[in-house]
């Protein structure tokens, strides 16, 4: 039986009174996302949470909760749904705290249930961005990525792995939200600059308060 990990009791009231925008940010590995990320909170003033760098430093932070995690990777299995989402409450509290204008949960949701959970708990994203690129130019990006991150899941193998990986978990949520009218496909292989602008176009639409 795989470890647990204790769940904490949240107070959501203050996020739920704010009521700031929330985007899901969906898209490969060497999508994009991340330059895209940094320019919309340059632009917006957005906070920009990765449920991935949320784990990996309740890892590092050595507290109880963070050697379950632990745990549970080490044995092989997924960590609870669940437990994503606290941390995530968490981060979004502390930044609610220090007066933040909306979110951009990058990399999220994983799973249809993952999206479910959370708009059902805190509350409906405004938008999910889909930054769409085909998996030959994915694979290209990151094999150059490769030759200067030094970055260990950056060969050939690990890669279509990854986005094999991808492809299968991310398409039901693409189209879930698509069906709901609440996705932007963006396609991520102009340049830079060009994505950016068809990223404004769809935010702008919906950030008229912020």
Do not use: W
């Amino acid at each position: 039986m795989a470890p647990t990990v204790e769940r904490k009791n949240i107070d959501l009231a203050p996020l739920k009174a704010a009521n700031v925008p929330i985007f899901f940010i969906v898209g490969g590995p060497g999508s994009g996302k991340g330059t895209q990320c940094d320019k919309i909170v340059a632009k917006y003033g957005l906070t920009h949470l990765s449920s991935g760098d949320l784990l990996r430093d309740e890892v590092k932070s050595g507290s109880p909760r963070g050697s379950q995690l632990t745990a549970i990777m080490e044995s092989g299995a997924l960590v609870p749904l669940e437990v994503v989402l606290d941390l995530v409450k968490e981060a979004m509290l502390k930044a609610i705290e220090k007066g933040s204008k909306g979110f951009l949960i990058d990399g999220y949701p994983r799973e249809v249930a993952q999206g479910q959970q959370f708009e059902s708990e805190i509350q409906e994203a405004k938008l999910v961005l889909f930054f769409d690129v085909a998996e030959d130019t994915l694979v290209k990006r990151l094999l150059h990525r490769a030759q200067t991150s030094g970055r260990a899941d950056d060969n050939i193998d690990t890669i279509k792995k990854r986005l094999h990986t991808f492809v299968t978990s991310t398409a039901p949520v693409v189209d879930y939200y698509e069906s709901k009218g609440k996705l932007v496909r963006i396609n991520a292989e102009g340049s830079v600059d060009d994505i950016f602008g068809v990223v404004v176009a769809n935010l702008d639409k919906v950030t008229s308060k912020i």
